[in-house]
């Protein structure tokens, strides 16, 4: 069962082609990493699944309906552009906005106690916002985006602005919400969170779909292409014409190979030569690298 | 609707609690009141002793007249002007003259009247401040009646027969209208005038507010937030309603207040009694109904159009530059009212009080002046609902574009180019 399916969804602003013919599927229970480029069409995507924007064409479906009034309760949002009432109470605000998604005023009061409670924010709770830390704003606005329970959570740029303690808890929340069976589409730049709490991805770029799938797959398909070298003595032998791409790094070298060449002919060519080798391993790409290498073809 | 009424309260609440709020409702008109009483204070009691003056009287029969006029009395019932001394005649004049001004230097006299021989010259009024009025205006009109009445005595005419004769025949003015005819005090047009202000300030701020409110929710992004869980248009309505109720609380408070100060009598002793032109007011009951349905109206129509310009801006400065296009029509009716004040049966009048952005006003103008007829105000307020719906109705397409546009402020062609927009 997929908890959010879009078939052919494109959005134009004028001239602009914001989403072109974009289609996705997000099983449900698991998290997704929408990655891509700033202006690659990520928060047009994402508003038009909280139904705030409507596509040109292409339909969009969350736990199998269109999105209406009803759906969207279902739906925990925390929008990149973030922002509350600043002179609303901190308590107030959580409240009000949980009563929107339909909680009654004493659950909505109760949990929102309970959230304040668990990201230390208690004692605040009758302070108004303008008076809370960026970080602590952050925090109050996460409390409202997931106070109702939703099924489906979609969080733009969650991490951003928190301090490491900060963003594990709410990475710690987020893979508990997934246990208890939340699907979670989560938007970001930072490759190594993607890494850390995805099952799977979808890469835009200008607009379009690129890339989609399962992250192991993904990874599975680009097969396992780079080489991390460790060793002293001469590097002559990266020379070797089989070899594309070199980073250099403290302790060594990162190679890419280039298609058809085997690793073992790298090997045979470095034991060969004047270096004393190591380490030799053959690594599957990581996530930055099949980014930059999806975001960069022409 | 769940979500309208969260929207209402919301917006209600924290509007009601600002210290804007309290400031506005009840802390002004507190200290308009406050100037209002404190200056009726000081008027009604610069006076409070009676004034001492002696009377030189050169003509030698004049003085007695006078002092005859000076019957004022005081608000505590104490006579106005304490004639200390009648001098008739002085031997010598200088001395006279030079021991009177010692007197009202030491303060010990107020003023002293020189009447001259011959009643055709000039009298003179000596005293240490020729501005006080309460002082002046009294012996100026007693003196007058003292002359005149002597001159007539002596063409053998009876000063009181004259004012008998000279006395002003009184024109009544009754205004007719379906309901009957009633008498006119001229009030009439003081109540239009009022009206016309009080719908002209009130569609104007309470517009503004709400057109603010939208602009803080997109500078503060939490416009996001909102329109994730709630539609535009219950968002818009949630706003609009919100602020009329705001408006409604503010006009109850001030209402109660006045109710209450007529009846602890504090407005009665500032003079509002059955003299003043104030107590012959008389607003009937159906111009009330009459200009509340046509501010409601023009309320919906302006407070949408406000909002669709806050929500077409990302700050302050931007808006104050297209709020214009909202403001225009209501200043209009500003500079033109007085041509409806006129002649509001005109075939102009007629025709400005049909269009829907100038009815709430003007067709209230006109309904205080000389009840239209009502095929008119049916007419007119036909007109104002069917495009309050259609403004309300392009506000609210322009306002969901625009909530979610920043950055450069739009033209008016794509204000225009946003209603397309499905």
Known sequence: MDAI?????????????????VSLKVRSGAVLGLLGPNGAGKTTTIRMIMNILVPDSGSIRVLGEVVTDTTRDKIGYLPEERGLYPRMKVLEIIVFLAALHGLTQAEARRRAKAWLDRLGLSEWSDKKLIDLSKGMQQKV??????????????????????????????????????????????????????????DAICLIDKGRNVLDGELRAIKQSYGKN???????????????PGIGQITRLISGVEAKLKPGTESQEILKAAVLSDAHITRFELLEPSLSEIFIDRTTRA | MRKILL???????????????????IIVPLIGLGSVLLIVFLVGHTATQSLRIVIVDNSGQLAPAIVHGLDGKLADGQPQFTVEQIVSRPASLDDLQQDLRTRINGEKLDAYLLI??????????????????????????????????????????????IQTVLKSAELKLLKVSEAGESVEKGQGIAVAIALVVLLYTALLMYGIITMRSVIEEKTTRTMEVLISSVRPFELLAGKILGVAAVAFTQFAIWMTSTALLFSF???????????????????????????????????????????????????EQDAQQLQWLAMAPLVFCMIIYGVILNDPTSRTAVILSEIPFFAPVLMSLRISLQTPPAWQIALSLTLLVLTTVAVMYASAKIYRVGVLMYGKRPSLVELVRWLRYT
């Open chain 2, 116 to 161: 001259p021989p011959d009643l055709d010259q000039p009298f003179e009024l000596h005293m240490r401040n020729p501005d006080n009025f309460g002082l002046v205006g009294p012996l100026s009109g007693a003196v007058d009646q003292a002359v005149i009445s002597s001159r007539l005595d002596r063409r053998g005419v009876h000063f009181n027969d």
């Open chain 2, 265 to 315: 009598g504090v407005l009665a002793s500032l003079g509002m009694t059955r003299n003043s032109p104030l107590a012959g007011v008389h607003v009937p009951i159906s111009l009330v109904l009459y200009a509340c349905v046509f501010f409601v109206g023009g309320y919906f129509m302006y407070a949408s159009m406000f909002a669709a310009i806050g929500s077409a801006c990302s700050n």
């Open chain 1, 226 to 240: 780079t080489l991390h070298i460790e060793f002293t003595g001469g590097d002559g032998f990266l020379n070797h």
């Open chain 2, 7 to 25: 929207i209402i309260k919301r917006e209600y609440l924290t509007r009601v609690r600002t210290k804007g709020f309290i400031i506005g409702t």
């Open chain 1, 141 to 198: 606005q996460f409390i409202t985006s997931v106070i109702h329970r939703p099924p489906v959570v979609i969080l733009d740029e969650p991490f951003s602005g928190l301090d490491p303690v900060n963003a594990a808890t709410i990475q710690e929340i987020m893979l508990e919400m997934r246990s208890q069976g939340s699907t979670i589409v989560l938007s970001t730049h930072r490759m190594e969170q993607v890494e850390r709490l995805c």
């Open chain 1, 5 to 21: 399916v879009l078939e052919n969804v494109t959005k134009s602003y004028d001239a602009v082609t914001a989403v072109n013919a």
